[in-house]
């Protein structure tokens, strides 16, 4: 136990002292030009540029540029739906597999990518080529990160500008963030993957001999280099079934370690960065804070629940830790429960453990995560977008207390913001509670369960959270590849990323517009603990509100039944 | 409008070559140079014939091998074209019965007392599926069934589990843990 806190500590200070420097580049990246990288990256921008036939210096106002996403990003799912119904004529797919079956998949596939969820209704080593896991996947990891970075851009122009509709400029930002942040990032990672055990090649499958005599393949593939980016852009779709718990994507605890910083880097990045946008790094440290109390809060209930076990499985005179179904020995519980809570809190979704086989409350942990929509550090650019949501709606509220025009940065926060802010954080909800409440009543969505009792209920809300918080992960035992929930899944992924990047940049045009005012006494602080508190609270009494009947159904009615030993 | 598709169109042609066939085309070449090993899987070759991963978990059901964990991937278990976790819930009946009749078989198979301790890594299956190893404690119990199948003492398995047992990176990364193929292909030679 002493060990796991150990890792526990060393990882958020690790993670914040590589954040910090990575912060203070990005804000060089996309605010400035003079940084000495930039001379190194500026001629392959340029050819970029030039070969699409776009100005990067022409900004748009928010309409244009969530036009210019939004085309971006219906392309980039049409081609990945293409790449995987005809892989079968394309190269790279040694095992020769088909087309990947049916439509409906395809296009839950291609949604998923796009949307930065990367929920796995396929399974790669057993249906997708090379070519599909490089052309299609690998390429929408890179491209939906770099939109969602984009987007947090765009953002923070938007409330530090003054008197202006225009929040940047589409391409100038999606190229920037991929060719001088993610791709560099992403070939390191690669290295030091490779180094430690990550496969990375284009043979067919290897069949063995094994040592009692019978015949085993091992599926092979470019692993390690969608492995970087599967992590770094908080993606989350793993080239194997397994996931991260495949000793393929991540062999060593080492390997563990380094994903983990990957997955909460460039979201924690982006919050410095904007701290030094503001030209105040404490409304960053501020923001920073108050995601670290919240996950800290969070980690603690999953490795304290992980670690008391299921008591039914200590009364068989087995040895603790008894929660080890599903996870890996190289992790044991410390690794695996830190990874299940880091890959919540941002919208990863990749896994290192099955969450199915979580006890309930540790279950729980991940499922509440996602449902406050991943703001606790967040998916990269989606993380920092969502926490401002709930900034506003704080600054909002304790304007209302005391009776003053809420203001955030000096700029006044009036109707027209609060009605898109409160688009953003209701349609994801809805989206959540709506369409579980439908797949638990309806046949085509009890058929999939691998579980009866509370545990199946906890199945059907966390395909949905997660799919509406693009997260990706899975309580895996859900059959989720059926016509039913490849397109209500598939619905979901869309609203709750669309449901969020459009209010969210129609606040960012409207901020843009307006004067800022000077801090005077009564200008409530932003800076101060005072309002990390209050945020923190805020988050959890509106995630309470909203969620608690769903969650007191699932995982915590089955807690309590766990304990008395009743089993389904 | 037709301009912005157009220029969407190209941008998407342009970031797909980059990032789909550049990026890891190239990473392969490097990873082919640098790190053949690692890069093509961990092969295990003894006398010529590929035997295994090092990272892979195998099937071990006979007497005289040291047994992995339980396994759900494919249909007999560690299944490496198709890997899973069994994902059944704290309350599933299969679940906890699966692991009551394991804890017998062990328990059986080892000479164990009936309410000895079994470790749990032994009784319940890994996420993956394929995961190559099991805590000390769990090959230490099988140590002396080992012994008795290939005609050594327990002393000497002991001593091979000590030799295959990794140790925690960098002193706090991971646990301490046997690599069961490593630890079963030392027993080979050994006993050859």
Known sequence: MFNDIFLFVTFIAVLIAMAFPLGNYMAKVFYGENEKLGKLFLPIEKLIYRFAGVNENKEMNWRQYAVALILFNVLGTVLVFIVQLTQQLLPFNPQNFESVGTWYLALNTAISFMTNTNWQAYSGESSLSYFTQMIGLTVQNFLSAATGCAVA???????????????????????????????????????????????????????????????????????????????????????????????????????????????????????????????????????????????????????????????????????????????????????????????????????????????????????????????????????????????????????????RTPEYLGKKIEAREMKWVMIALLIPSVTILLFSAIASVVDAGLAGLNNDGPHGLSEILYGFTSAAANNGSAFAGLTANTVFYDLMLGIAMLLGRFGVIIPMLAVAGSMAEKKTAPISLGTFETTSITFMVLLVGIILIVGALTFLPALSLGPIVEHVLMLQGITF | MLKEVNSAIRMLILMTVVLGVIYPLGMTGVAQVIFPEQANGSLIYKQGSLVGSKLIGQNFSSEGYFHGRPSAAGDDGYDAASSAGSNLGPTSKKLLSSIAERSEQIRLENGLAENAIVPSDLVTASGSGLDPHITVAAAQIQAQRVAKARNLTEAQTLALIEKNTENPQIGFLGEKRVNVLSLNLALDEVTK
């Open chain 1, 153 to 403: 851009v765009a953002f923070i122009r938007g409330l530090t500008r003054k008197t202006t509709n225009l929040i940047g400029n589409f391409w100038h930002d999606l190229v920037r963030c991929t060719v001088r942040i993610l791709l560099p990032i992403s070939i390191l990672l690669t290295i030091v993957f490779v180094q430690q055990g990550v496969v990375q090649n284009l043979d067919a499958y290897q069949t063995v001999q094994t040592a009692q005599g019978t015949e085993q393949t091992i599926a092979m593939g470019p692993v390690a280099s969608q492995e970087a980016i599967k992590m770094l852009g908080t993606n989350g779709g793993g080239f194997f079934n397994a996931n991260s718990a495949h000793p393929f994507e991540n062999p060593t605890p080492l390997t563990n370690f380094v994903q983990m910083l990957a997955i909460f880097v460039v979201p924690l990045g982006l919050v410095f960065m904007f701290g030094i946008m503001t030209e105040n790094k404490k409304q960053g440290f501020a923001i920073a804070g108050a995601m670290i109390i919240l996950f800290v809060m969070m980690l603690g209930i999953n490795y304290y629940s992980e670690l008391n076990g299921n008591p039914m499985i200590a009364q068989m005179n087995i040895g603790e830790p008894t929660s080890m179904e599903g996870k890996e020995v190289r992790f044991g519980l410390g690794a695996s429960s830190l990874f299940t809570t880091v890959t919540t809190a941002a919208s990863c979704g990749a896994v290192n453990n099955m969450h199915d086989s979580l006890t309930p409350l540790g279950g729980f942990v991940p499922l509440l995560q996602m449902m406050l929509g991943e703001i606790v550090f967040g998916g990269a650019g989606a993380g920092f977008y969502g926490m401002m949501v709930y900034v506003m709606i704080t600054v909002f509220i304790v304007g209302l207390m005391v009776g």
